[in-house]
């Protein structure tokens, strides 16, 4: 990297659904720039972006990427993002690490629920966006139409800068509407003429558009405008540029990534009109607790952000990290104000995709990997001013699990030490041992997801898993008031054991536990004796009395009982209690609970009769639906044991275009049918 005038970095990412071409479109651009010998491809295995193994052999991107060119003498700094929803995790960590997120919407396809995800994140950061209509060499795709459908989601604001000449396999080049040149692409090389007569049409009306939405912004312009002034390219340009960075204009390029068509006026654009790190929105802070801005300069204070970890074979932890502000050299000591740690930066890593070279030092805007350092990881901050903090990274709950099994013995430790590296690398990969259920439970975002995972285990880390369905937690309780009397009596020679209680048992409302007391005033029991019966108690109910599932939500109640002034022990009154609650439970109309989860669905509307459809045969209740852009999302509640490998589900009935989340809301009572089922399935797992 050659570079580093901040004022001459651009620094910006590809986001947008599964399939769009992102990958495609970044690697044109290094080819376009000079930065690679050859196109790379998605396809054929060489892209710089889609490395991994996993990457290459499943032809998707998996994870975040970065890697940089130079172009007019400017750095480009890009982050290449996946946009299936089970590797949305990526996504975020990508949008912070980006001043500009250019989101790519497939011409055949339209907006997808990747689309809408990444454009409510990137908004949610203050990042600037701009849109790339892809793949308009393919036959059946229409410009025009999913223009109108991008202006209908985001407004008028969306404003075309490139627009297409010809259509499908008639697609030539694009026309730039601002230098007011064509752009004609043949064999990957692309020369500027005179736009050519049958496309002034598109040019005058596309044109009329990027002004309308540009003087929108100005009052001044837009008055001008109003009196028949036409404004020119240079009167349009730092209303433009102040849009992007204040989220306020969304310029819109055309083009066809696979055969270049469109990315020398992307590249373009960008050099002239998209800000320099110096020049972005002040980046929010805590600062000693309270919120705070700082604006970002070349020298001065540094603030960095660590966005992705990586573990490394040979490297250790490899770190990428952007810089907002200052500057970041090999030698340098930093504060990790997140882990109230110093740390000492060693070797800095320029990253090209697979490829990482040895850099001096990073600047505003540069995005490079840090290694060694002690206690840094993902969402950390690091800075020569004590006390600031970007804050950690908000990552969705992920809402589908597996339990594993390690296939050799003595594997466990191995399998613990690799969960927990591939949940430094991607914190929307979680896991956790279950003692309740003697289960050790991975938790993702989609099927696709926990698939990669298990292939990181076995190839990265040399472990194989066996794969089962989570258990489900489920709770037993009461549903009617009871009481019963207890009593442990026995003699067997010499001191013998005498424990006397009544209990009673009343329901009590949900989530409220289970609550012990004592209505013993009398002596009939003596108080030393109240923790034993307590321990009976609460050992029962940890066990359950149906199924062997923990109870919850009742209250117990000592009343009465009685004792032996040498036979009487603290064993025979917890006995007593086990006894007593035994014949009470059965009194008390005992009932399983499930667990019950809030799921809300964003799909495409035209899908929606099939999801709810699905839902309802999963038992699921519909709580509601709501519009977001041109997806919807339904909102349901339903029963956890339903939803293994929903995800695999919806992705089949949604055409891979259907996005869910999942989270514990409540427990409920089991329908009786399902209840016997379960209850006869625990009893003969507890056989065997």
């Given at each position: 990297?050659?570079?580093?005038?901040?004022?001459?970095?651009?620094?910006?990412?590809?986001?947008?659904?599964?399939?769009?071409?992102?990958?495609?479109?970044?690697?044109?651009?290094?080819?376009?720039?000079?930065?690679?010998?050859?196109?790379?491809?998605?396809?054929?295995?060489?892209?710089?972006?889609?490395?991994?193994?996993?990457?290459?052999?499943?032809?998707?991107?998996?994870?975040?990427?970065?890697?940089?060119?130079?172009?007019?003498?400017?750095?480009?700094?890009?982050?290449?993002?996946?946009?299936?929803?089970?590797?949305?995790?990526?996504?975020?960590?990508?949008?912070?690490?980006?001043?500009?997120?250019?989101v790519v919407v497939d011409a055949a396809t339209g907006i997808?629920?990747?689309?809408?995800?990444?454009?409510?994140?990137?908004?949610?950061?203050?990042?600037?966006?701009?849109?790339?209509?892809?793949?308009?060499?393919?036959?059946?795709?229409?410009?025009?139409?999913?223009f109108n459908q991008l202006t209908e989601a985001y407004g008028?604001?969306?404003?075309?800068?490139?627009?297409?000449?010809?259509?499908?396999?008639?697609?030539?080049?694009?026309?730039?509407?601002?230098?007011?040149?064509?752009?004609?692409?043949?064999?990957?090389?692309?020369?500027?003429?005179?736009?050519?007569?049958?496309?002034?049409?598109?040019?005058?009306?596309?044109?009329?558009?990027?002004?309308?939405?540009?003087?929108?912004?100005?009052?001044?312009?837009?008055?001008?405008?109003?009196?028949?002034?036409?404004?020119?390219?240079?009167?349009?340009?730092?209303?433009?540029?102040?849009?992007?960075?204040?989220?306020?204009?969304?310029?819109?390029?055309?083009?066809?990534?696979?055969?270049?068509?469109?990315?020398?006026?992307?590249?373009?654009?960008?050099?002239?009109?998209?800000?320099?790190?110096?020049?972005?929105?002040?980046?929010?802070?805590?600062?000693?607790?309270?919120?705070?801005?700082?604006?970002?300069?070349?020298?001065?204070?540094?603030?960095?952000?660590?966005?992705?970890?990586?573990?490394?074979?040979?490297?250790?932890?490899?770190?990428?990290?952007?810089?907002?502000?200052?500057?970041?050299?090999?030698?340098?000591?930093?504060?990790?104000?997140?882990?109230?740690?110093?740390?000492?930066?060693?070797?800095?890593?320029?990253?090209?995709?697979?490829?990482?070279?040895?850099?001096?030092?990073?600047v505003p805007g540069m995005i490079g990997g840090l290694v060694?350092?002690?206690?840094?990881?993902?969402?950390?901050?690091?800075?020569?001013?004590?006390?600031?903090?970007?804050?950690?990274?908000?990552?969705?709950?992920?809402?589908?699990?597996?339990?594993?099994?390690?296939?050799?013995?003595?594997?466990?430790?191995?399998?613990?030490?690799?969960?927990?590296?591939?949940?430094?690398?991607?914190?929307?990969?979680?896991?956790?041992?279950?003692?309740?259920?003697?289960?050790?439970?991975?938790?993702?975002?989609?099927?696709?997801?926990?698939?990669?995972?298990?292939?990181?285990?076995?190839?990265?880390?040399?472990?194989?898993?066996?794969?089962?369905?989570?258990?489900?937690?489920?709770?037993?309780?009461?549903?009617?008031?009871?009481?019963?009397?207890?009593?442990?009596?026995?003699?067997?020679?010499?001191?013998?054991?005498?424990?006397?209680?009544?209990?009673?048992?009343?329901?009590?409302?949900?989530?409220?536990?289970?609550?012990?007391?004592?209505?013993?005033?009398?002596?009939?029991?003596?108080?030393?004796?109240?923790?034993?019966?307590?321990?009976?108690?609460?050992?029962?109910?940890?066990?359950?009395?149906?199924?062997?599932?923990?109870?919850?939500?009742?209250?117990?109640?000592?009343?009465?009982?009685?004792?032996?002034?040498?036979?009487?022990?603290?064993?025979?009154?917890?006995?007593?209690?086990?006894?007593?609650?035994?014949?009470?439970?059965?009194?008390?109309?005992?009932?399983?609970?499930?667990?019950?989860?809030?799921?809300?669905?964003?799909?495409?509307?035209?899908?929606?009769?099939?999801?709810?459809?699905?839902?309802?045969?999963?038992?699921?209740?519909?709580?509601?639906?709501?519009?977001?852009?041109?997806?919807?999302?339904?909102?349901?509640?339903?029963?956890?044991?339903?939803?293994?490998?929903?995800?695999?589900?919806?992705?089949?009935?949604?055409?891979?275009?259907?996005?869910?989340?999942?989270?514990?809301?409540?427990?409920?009572?089991?329908?009786?049918?399902?209840?016997?089922?379960?209850?006869?399935?625990?009893?003969?797992?507890?056989?065997?």
């Amino acid at each position: 990297m050659s570079v580093n005038d901040p004022g001459r970095i651009r620094t910006f990412g590809f986001f947008g659904h599964g399939g769009s071409g992102k990958t495609t479109l970044a690697d044109g651009i290094l080819f376009y720039a000079g930065a690679n010998s050859r196109q790379g491809k998605v396809d054929a295995g060489t892209s710089v972006f889609d490395f991994d193994d996993e990457e290459i052999e499943r032809k998707n991107s998996l994870n975040l990427a970065v890697a940089f060119c130079e172009y007019n003498d400017h750095l480009y700094t890009m982050v290449d993002t996946p946009g299936y929803a089970d590797f949305a995790g990526e996504m975020i960590s990508g949008v912070r690490a980006v001043d500009v997120g250019i989101v790519v919407v497939d011409a055949a396809t339209g907006i997808g629920v990747g689309t809408e995800m990444s454009w409510k994140r990137l908004g949610e950061e203050r990042k600037g966006k701009a849109l790339f209509i892809n793949k308009l060499a393919k036959p059946d795709t229409d410009f025009s139409s999913t223009f109108n459908q991008l202006t209908e989601a985001y407004g008028t604001s969306v404003a075309p800068v490139s627009i297409p000449i010809g259509a499908g396999s008639d697609l030539s080049g694009v026309i730039c509407l601002l230098s007011e040149k064509a752009f004609i692409t043949k064999d990957g090389k692309t020369e500027a003429r005179d736009i050519p007569d049958e496309a002034k049409a598109d040019f005058e009306s596309y044109k009329e558009k990027l002004i309308e939405a540009v003087a929108e912004l100005d009052e001044s312009l837009l008055e001008s405008y109003l009196e028949g002034n036409v404004p020119n390219a240079e009167q349009l340009a730092p209303v433009i540029r102040k849009g992007i960075v204040e989220g306020t204009l969304f310029p819109l390029f055309a083009g066809d990534a696979l055969s270049m068509t469109g990315i020398g006026s992307l590249l373009d654009f960008i050099h002239g009109f998209f800000p320099s790190p110096l020049e972005i929105q002040p980046v929010k802070v805590r600062e000693g607790g309270e919120e705070s801005e700082i604006t970002p300069q070349a020298s001065g204070e540094t603030v960095a952000y660590v966005f992705k970890t990586v573990s490394d074979p040979h490297l250790g932890d490899l770190l990428y990290t952007r810089v907002f502000s200052g500057e970041i050299a090999s030698g340098s000591n930093l504060k990790n104000t997140d882990k109230d740690a110093s740390e000492r930066i060693g070797q800095i890593l320029s990253l090209q995709g697979r490829e990482r070279k040895d850099a001096s030092k990073l600047v505003p805007g540069m995005i490079g990997g840090l290694v060694k350092l002690k206690s840094t990881h993902t969402g950390d901050t690091l800075t020569s001013k004590a006390a600031i903090s970007i804050g950690a990274l908000e990552f969705p709950n992920p809402p589908i699990s597996m339990a594993i099994v390690p296939q050799s013995k003595g594997d466990e430790e191995k399998v613990s030490a690799a969960l927990s590296r591939l949940h430094d690398e991607d914190p929307t990969f979680t896991y956790r041992f279950d003692p309740e259920l003697k289960q050790q439970v991975i938790s993702g975002m989609g099927e696709l997801h926990l698939d990669v995972i298990l292939s990181k285990l076995k190839k990265k880390y040399g472990v194989t898993v066996a794969t089962k369905k989570p258990r489900i937690a489920y709770r037993e309780t009461i549903s009617v008031k009871a009481s019963a009397q207890g009593k442990h009596k026995k003699q067997s020679g010499g001191r013998g054991q005498f424990g006397d209680v009544f209990l009673r048992l009343e329901p009590s409302s949900s989530g409220s536990g289970v609550e012990f007391a004592s209505e013993i005033f009398g002596g009939a029991v003596p108080k030393n004796f109240f923790p034993s019966v307590e321990k009976g108690v609460l050992e029962f109910v940890s066990h359950g009395f149906l199924a062997g599932y923990k109870m919850v939500d009742f209250k117990i109640v000592l009343y009465d009982g009685s004792y032996h002034t040498v036979d009487s022990s603290e064993i025979a009154f917890k006995l007593a209690a086990q006894i007593a609650m035994k014949v009470a439970c059965d009194k008390a109309k005992p009932v399983l609970l499930e667990p019950i989860l809030t799921v809300e669905v964003t799909v495409p509307e035209e899908f929606m009769g099939d999801v709810i459809g699905d839902l309802n045969s999963r038992r699921g209740k519909i709580q509601g639906m709501d519009a977001v852009g041109r997806n919807q999302v339904v909102k349901a509640v339903v029963p956890e044991a339903e939803m293994y490998k929903y995800a695999t589900t919806l992705r089949s009935i949604t055409q891979g275009r259907g996005f869910f989340t999942a989270r514990f809301d409540h427990y409920e009572a089991v329908p009786s049918d399902i209840s016997t089922k379960v209850i006869e399935e625990a009893k003969k797992a507890k056989e065997e």
